[in-house]
């Protein structure tokens, strides 16, 4: 399983919030899988989501889920290559706070999301340049595939973590 969860660049977040920033950030590293079907199950039932949020009594952050089935005859080479220049992109905007990128189960279905410090942050990057050449692979790579997207609310006190689905 590829997980792929590297620091945003703290120098975009002012002063007053950065330690609150890097708690964030350390507290989506600590995400894992907590079914061998999390590509298939819920996103919120899939991940240790309580868990690893664990730290930070209260919270808001926007998460992308992207379900696909890939095509057998997929071009690897050239989807982990325009994969790794949008996620090297994303990390120059700031607001990334976590990439996961997992395998293909044994009908290829496939699973990945973002967690962003914002949804305007999420929106501004999807405009980028690699993001928007990596999109123009999925016809060729992919079966079927769909973009999910939330609001995860962690509320204080309680621990509960919230998923909102979003219809955008």
């Known amino acids: 399983m590829r997980m792929v969860l590297r620091p945003f660049d703290l120098t975009s977040i002012p002063e007053s919030e950065l330690e609150t920033s890097e708690r964030e950030r350390r507290a989506f590293l600590r995400l894992r899988p907590i079914t061998p079907s999390y590509q298939t199950a819920p996103i919120e039932e899939g991940f240790n989501w309580e868990e690893a ?4 009594d209260a919270g808001e952050w926007y998460l992308v889920v992207f379900r696909s089935v890939r095509r057998p005859d997929a071009n690897e080479q050239a989807l982990t290559e325009f994969d790794d220049q949008a996620y090297a992109e994303a990390l120059m905007t700031g607001g990334l706070l976590c990439y ?3 395998d293909l189960d044994a009908q290829r279905n496939c ?3 973002c967690v962003w410090r914002s949804r305007e942050e999420a929106q501004r990057t999807a405009l980028l340049p690699r993001h928007a ?12 595939f769909v973009l999910d997207r939330y609001m995860i609310r962690k509320v204080a006190g309680s621990g509960r973590i919230i998923f909102d689905r979003l219809d955008d």
């Open 100 to 102: 996961f990128a997992g």
């Open 53 to 56: 949020l664990a730290d930070l």
């Open 133 to 144: 050449a990596a999109a123009q692979l999925a016809p060729s790579t992919y079966e079927w």
């Open 111 to 113: 699973l990945s999301f």
